[in-house]
């Protein structure tokens, strides 16, 4: 069963009177990554849901709600709030990313809900994870390596970065890195090495990227943390700007999320639970 359809079932559920909200508000809003095999998410009065229903009594407004395919569901500004306050900060920001990617999502709204709803359990760790989200994020593991970084004390890097070359033919799209520098990250996922194509593509683009002067550090599920801090704290060495990087940035402020510098690969699975 899908997100959506595990969605729409938890919603007839509540006898068409809840509202759904958190992941399966995202999933009916288009945004990838959401996991099909955890409980559906809605705000009712009832708060004895069978398995595989989360719901909760959470106070909105009606500028919160709008109807996506027949349902009412949480708005995306209310949805990344939601989300924001229940998840662990790294967890949240990934999932915001990729609602901001699949709607016009404005943090600025989602900031205002904030506002609204100042004193609700979690909306400091809130604060933090929707100051860090980026749409530019196109998968959860790209939103890891980039908090990473930010963690560390490394500049925000930028995301989804064109690289031209002299006759200004677009050349590659680089996860994320530092204009500044010319210092690029990239995470190379498994369908990067399915097919004989794909994986030439790639090396001809990495070529291509270096011969036009960048620095690009590939990150891939085997590297642990340290690992690679230390490849692209490197590449600033060799670019002469160390300096740049500051001090490492604790971004959680609630104990939610426990260090795990050189523990293992930066993205071995975590658990998906609100």
């Keep these: ?69 027949g349902m009412p569901v949480t708005t995306p500004a209310r949805t990344a709030l939601d989300l924001a306050c229940r998840l662990p900060v790294d967890d949240a920001v990934a999932a915001i990313d990729a609602l901001a990617r ?26 933090v994870a929707l100051d860090l989200v980026d749409p530019g994020a196109e998968s959860p593991q790209e939103t890891r390596l980039r908090l990473l970084y930010i963690r560390e004390g490394f500049p925000r890097p930028e995301t989804q970065i064109p690289v031209y070359d002299e006759y200004d033919q677009l050349v590659a799209v680089l996860d994320m890195g530092w204009r500044r520098v010319t210092v690029g990250a990239d995470y190379e996922g498994e369908h990067h090495r399915l097919t004989r194509r794909r994986f030439n593509s790639d090396i001809r683009r990495f070529e291509a990227v270096t011969e036009l002067g960048w620095i690009d550090v590939r990150v891939t599920v085997e590297d642990t943390e340290g690992v690679i801090i230390e490849r692209t704290r490197r590449a600033f060495e060799r670019r002469g700007a160390l300096s740049l990087i500051g001090p490492p940035v604790d971004l959680y402020r609630a104990p939610t999320v426990p260090s795990r ?5 930066l993205f071995a699975p975590r658990s998906r639970s609100a």
Aim: net charge positive.
């Design 1 to 69: 069963m899908t997100a959506s359809s595990r969605a729409m079932a938890a919603w007839l559920w509540t006898g068409r009177n809840g509202v759904l909200a958190g992941r399966s508000a995202a999933a009916l809003h288009g945004a990838k990554w959401v996991n099909d095999d955890a409980p559906a998410q809605l705000l009712h009065r009832n708060r004895r849901a069978p398995s595989g229903i989360d719901a909760w009594l959470d106070r909105f407004e009606d500028d919160e709600v709008q109807i996506v395919h």
């Design 102 to 127: 699949a709607t016009k999502l404005k943090i600025a709204d989602a900031d205002a809900l904030a506002r609204r709803y100042r004193g609700r359990r979690g909306i400091r760790r809130a604060r």
């Design 261 to 265: 510098r050189d523990s293992g690969p």
